[in-house]
């Protein structure tokens, strides 16, 4: 599914409301050579977001093939709305993409695969339509044998959607390949497979399955690296999508989580009436939820502190989230994952230093409970 040069479709959304495009553009290895956005159409990627490669963003597809002079391989939608509905007002775009020769990637519930009209088109043109999340007809119940392959197993949780698991994953992974240690990403939404390449996207499988297709993708990778980092999803507490985080976490049957959250936010994201619990009250659930699976505690936490303006501020955040957890902690977006790669490999195979706090024991002993692979 890898393209070199890419388009994609954020109108309206971008950049504060298009994650998905976000997180394409920063982490994905194509090219991002035109973003589709109406509202800021005539201004430049860079006018928007820092540290990604620029360029123009446009209102339509047909203008940015105007003004590309490349090849351009494929159209990414890089929005994906509360329910993963297709906005009609993208449709005369992603029309002129297939047209075009264009791949069309999306991550929304709605399968344009489904559609007869894409479906002909793209048939007529010879493109693909890659819903990436329609799931695997073969995925079934998990077995509860996760923790038999080799790597040790990290999970991302969070407190809230939208606070930077992905990110985190993302950045923990770099962190440990550039220490000279093989490590992957198990991508479980649709941003992370469309930047890996692979995976699959838990919040479209059958719920009963979930845990089954977390467990399949660490099977399929597991004896092939010494840690697995599992992309997190949503949030235990979350009124509408904590059946999916807690699927996540059985399947899995992490050795380690690494709780998310996101500086100053007191309500959940979309559903502002409930508040967010204490963070201590989310280290003691997510272990709580583990227990019975691994034993897994939180042994770091990664900060998003995107909102805040001066970096003494965001440092004296991370470092008071870092005593609610009792855990080292980070911005690894902003400051790196070094210290959240150190207590993994602090409490992994790679060392024996023991966990912070309380939970060293635990930690130890799901440790001793398995082979070195580095023996």
């Not at 589709?36 to 940015?64: C, K, M, Y």
């Not at 994953?169 to 991508?187: K, N, Y």
């Not at 719920?207 to 949503?234: H, K, N, P, R």
Request: net charge negative.
């Amino acid at each position: 599914m890898k393209h070199e040069r890419i388009v994609v479709l954020a109108h309206e959304k971008f950049p504060e409301r298009a994650k998905t495009a976000l997180g394409v553009m920063r982490y994905g290895d194509q090219e991002v050579v035109a973003v589709l956005d109406r509202d800021h159409s005539g201004q430049q990627i860079a006018d928007h977001v820092s540290n990604v490669t620029d360029g123009p963003i446009v209102s339509s597809f047909p203008e940015a093939r105007e003004m590309v002079d490349r090849p351009i391989d494929a159209v990414y939608v890089g929005i994906a709305p509360i329910g993963g509905g297709f906005d009609d007002s993208w449709r005369a775009d992603i029309q002129a993409g297939i047209e075009a020769g264009c791949d069309i990637v999306a991550g929304l519930h709605y399968f344009l695969g489904d559609n007869d009209k894409f479906a002909s088109l793209a048939a007529d043109n010879g493109v693909q339509l890659r819903d990436v999340r329609r799931p695997d007809d073969e995925l079934t119940v998990s077995r509860g044998v996760a923790d038999e392959v080799g790597a040790e197993i990290v999970l991302t949780v969070g407190t809230d959607c939208s606070v930077g698991k992905m990110s985190s994953t993302l950045e923990i992974v770099e962190t440990l390949r550039d220490r000279g240690v093989d490590a992957a990403m198990i991508p479980t939404g649709q941003t992370g497979i469309m930047i890996e390449g692979w995976g699959t996207a838990v919040d479209g499988v059958v719920s009963d399955f979930t845990a089954g297709a977390v467990e399949e993708m660490i099977l399929a990778a597991g004896d092939e690296y010494e840690y697995l980092v599992v992309e997190g999803q949503g949030s235990i507490v979350h009124p509408a999508y904590s059946a999916v985080t807690c699927g996540i976490l059985h399947g899995a049957m992490p050795d380690h989580l690494v709780l998310c959250h996101a500086a100053g936010r007191d309500q959940i994201h979309g559903y502002e009436s409930f508040n967010l619990p204490t963070v201590e009250t989310y280290v003691d659930l997510y272990e709580g939820l583990a227990a019975s699976v691994s034993g897994a505690s939180v042994v770091g936490g990664c900060l998003n502190t995107s909102g805040i303006t001066t970096t003494k501020n965001a440092q004296h955040q991370i470092e008071t989230f870092g005593e609610q957890i009792g855990a080292p902690a980070t911005d690894p977006v902003r400051f790196g994952a070094e210290a959240v790669a150190d207590a993994l490999t602090e409490t992994g195979r790679l060392g024996s230093q023991p966990n912070p706090g309380d939970r060293a024991g635990d930690d130890q002993w799901r440790c001793a409970r398995r082979t070195s692979v580095l023996a």
